[in-house]
């Protein structure tokens, strides 16, 4: 099997693994027990806390622990939704190609008396500083714009957009889902005040995540109970899962660069061998992206039979986010880049990571021209577009 859908899952590391075993076997007590058992589980969640708030430039005080990348979303927007609003400030900024997990919850404080303005990412998918600059107004509230987007890997200059918004006074949070232990993050140079990751994009296990909060600025619940996390999220904290996470991180930090390098090969290789197909066409920037990210369209398919038919070749990829595998629409991400719904339907997404090899690349280049080519050929619409009956889009 090749496994090349790394921005869905990774598989856990060997780092993490070990340290979720240490905590259930050792730690296994609750952290907000005053007996010893309790208190040696506070102290693995107290360091792990610090792991993961040295990763990124925070205090540790920062960080809260949360249930993954949505939920730290989620709690990011609407506590400075709600800050903002005691302010007078209702206008909220972000881009047309977040993940469901902003757009859902934008979405909902628009029900809620909230303006959200959706800044356009153009064919690369991104946007500038500039931009964002001249979109804020008086009454903004936040801006929320994510570090990499997770379906094309365009990586966006979180550096510039967070001077922005420090000059000009407004809340910065950045959804760093797919950044997170694959680009350097430190929160304080580029001015980020709250951030969003999430262990299992990381070889860290699946459940459990964290925001950054810059200090002073006040977290409204998501849940209500207990005291746990500061009184900013209630409910006994998953100590194991919050140590496996840690570890995860502190290991993926270690080696970033190494693997970024190794993997940025990889990637690179597969897009040139993957353009030479024809009719296809790169998404995304091709030179500011993830290191492991590559997304194509192919004129004149279906993606999930492209998938289908790569699985039965034991290659295990996607046609975008994981989070919406299970609807016919095709990507808002392509479809904000400008790709029309005919293309937007056969997309595919390659996410390597630093397991997988050249070889891995070679076959997947054996492959997907022979899928593409075989699904092209029993295409109705396909044999119009050769025959000259309708044109062709790329």
């Not at 040696?40 to 969640?45: G, Q, S, T, W, Y």
């Not at 622990?65 to 506590?79: K, L």
């Not at 977290?219 to 900013?232: M, T, Y």
């Not at 997304?295 to 279906?302: A, L, Q, V």
């Amino acid at each position: 099997m090749i496994y090349a859908d790394n921005a869905a899952t990774t598989k856990m590391s060997g780092a993490s693994i070990n340290a979720m075993l240490r905590c259930m076997e050792k730690n296994w007590g609750n952290p907000s027990s005053l007996y010893g058992l309790g208190q040696r589980a506070k102290e693995a969640l107290e360091s792990a806390r610090e792991q993961i708030a040295v990763c990124i430039g925070a205090s540790s005080r920062e960080i809260t622990f949360t249930s993954g990348g949505s939920e730290a979303d989620n709690q990011a927007i609407r506590s400075a939704a709600l800050l903002g609003a005691r302010k007078g400030k209702r206008h909220i900024i972000s881009t047309a190609f977040e993940h469901h997990a902003v757009l859902h919850t934008l979405k909902k404080l628009e029900a809620e008396g909230f303006q959200v303005e959706l800044l356009p990412v153009g064919a690369l998918g991104s946007v500038t500083a500039r931009q964002v600059e001249e979109a804020i107004r008086e009454d903004t509230a936040l801006v929320s714009i994510m570090y990499a987007n997770n379906e094309i890997g365009s990586v966006l200059p979180i550096s510039e957009i967070g001077a922005v918004c420090r000059e000009r006074g407004v809340l910065f949070h950045t959804d760093a889902v797919q950044a997170a232990g694959h680009l350097p993050i430190d929160v304080g140079a580029q001015n980020i005040d709250m951030l969003s990751l999430s262990a299992h994009k990381f070889h860290g296990p699946k459940g459990i995540g964290a925001l950054y909060a810059r200090r002073g600025i006040p977290l409204a619940n998501l849940i209500e109970g207990g005291a746990q996390e500061r009184g900013r999220r209630a409910g006994t904290e998953n100590v194991p899962a919050i140590a496996g996470m840690a570890a995860a991180l502190e290991n993926a930090c270690a080696h970033m660069e190494e693997n970024a390098a190794k993997v940025a090969v990889l990637r690179d290789l597969l897009i040139a061998g993957l353009s030479r197909i024809p009719h296809s066409a790169l998404n995304g920037d091709p030179i500011n992206r993830l290191p492991g990210s590559v997304s194509f369209c192919f004129e004149g398919i279906e993606g999930e039979s492209l998938l289908l038919l790569l699985d039965d070749r034991g290659i295990c990829a996607s046609s975008g986010s994981a989070c919406t595998s299970g609807s016919l629409d095709p990507s808002h991400v392509l479809l904000a880049i400008g790709r029309p719904h005919e293309v937007a339907h056969g997309s595919l997404r390659l996410s390597l990571c630093e397991d997988n090899t050249e070889a891995d690349v070679d076959a997947i280049l054996k492959a997907v021209p022979e899928v593409v080519g075989y699904l092209r050929n029993i295409s109705p619409l396909w044999k119009d577009k050769v025959s000259g009956k309708k044109e062709f889009i790329l």
